[in-house]
């Protein structure tokens, strides 16, 4: 199975920040990775697929990037709404496997 | 709008078997793929297995001796069954709809599943 070591588990920003979070992979996923939000209580919401697809309805303020092994999501300017845990999936190959999340806060 | 909402029971006792349903509504399940994903306490997340548009499935080789994901095409509902469960199953279960490549784009809210005697 493909290892998703996600970092940083938690974050606490201003409003206005520019925010990074990043997930590696332990092999080479060929930039199939999402991006997930998941607020409290709610079902997780699709952000950003294939590395840097922009989904239908997301803020653009919300993009990433990577290749290889290495991925990155950017909130360019943080906003109250943001306050959630976000995570990763690569499905380069099966089983599909996840970040371990990181919770995000306002500071 | 793709709606996807998990039911069943929220307490299973060990050694049975735990069964969950997903609603699907604005969508049909003979198109794209339908998987069960489950987050533990402490939020590690795992994928379970998805059943395709033609009835094909793929499951974690992890669960491959205890799950089986199956339809009824004509309620729009896929299923969830794992059997043998332990407290370690303990967890909330997750519907969703996959893309051809593995991206999940629509996910249920979710169901507490809770393993003891």
């Known amino acids: 199975d493909i290892q998703m070591t996600q970092s940083p588990s938690f974050l606490s920003a201003s409003v206005g920040d520019r925010v990074t979070i990043n997930c590696k992979a332990s092999?080479?996923?060929?930039?199939?990775l999402d991006w997930y939000q998941q607020k409290h209580g709610e079902a997780p919401k699709l952000l950003i697929y294939?590395?840097?697809n922009l989904q239908t309805g997301i803020p653009s303020r919300f993009s990433g990037s990577g290749s290889g092994t290495d991925y990155t999501l950017t909130i360019s300017s943080l906003q109250p709404e943001d306050v959630a845990t976000y995570f990763c999936?690569?499905?380069?190959?099966?089983?599909?496997?996840f970040g371990s999340g990181t919770k995000l806060e306002i500071k | 709008e793709v709606q996807l909402q998990e039911s069943g029971p929220g307490l299973v006792k060990p050694s049975q078997s735990l069964s969950l349903t997903c609603s699907v509504t604005?969508?049909?399940?003979?198109?794209?793929?339908w998987g069960w994903i489950r987050k533990f306490p402490g939020n590690k997340m795992e994928w379970m297995g998805y059943?395709?548009?033609?009835?094909?499935?793929s499951y974690n080789p992890s669960l491959k001796s205890r799950i089986s994901i199956t339809r009824d095409t004509s309620k729009n509902q896929f299923f969830l069954q794992l059997n043998s469960v332990t407290t370690e199953d303990t967890a909330t279960y997750y519907c969703?709809?996959?893309?051809?490549?593995?991206?999940?784009?629509?996910w249920g809210q979710g169901v507490m599943v809770t393993v003891s005697s």
């Open positions: 059943i395709s548009y033609s009835g094909s499935t």
């Open positions: 294939n590395t840097n």
């Open positions: 999936l690569q499905h380069s190959s099966r089983p599909l496997t």
């Open positions: 969703a709809r996959g893309r051809a490549y593995g991206t999940l784009d629509y």
């Open positions: 604005g969508y049909s399940i003979t198109s794209n793929y």
């Open positions: 092999q080479n996923i060929n930039k199939y």
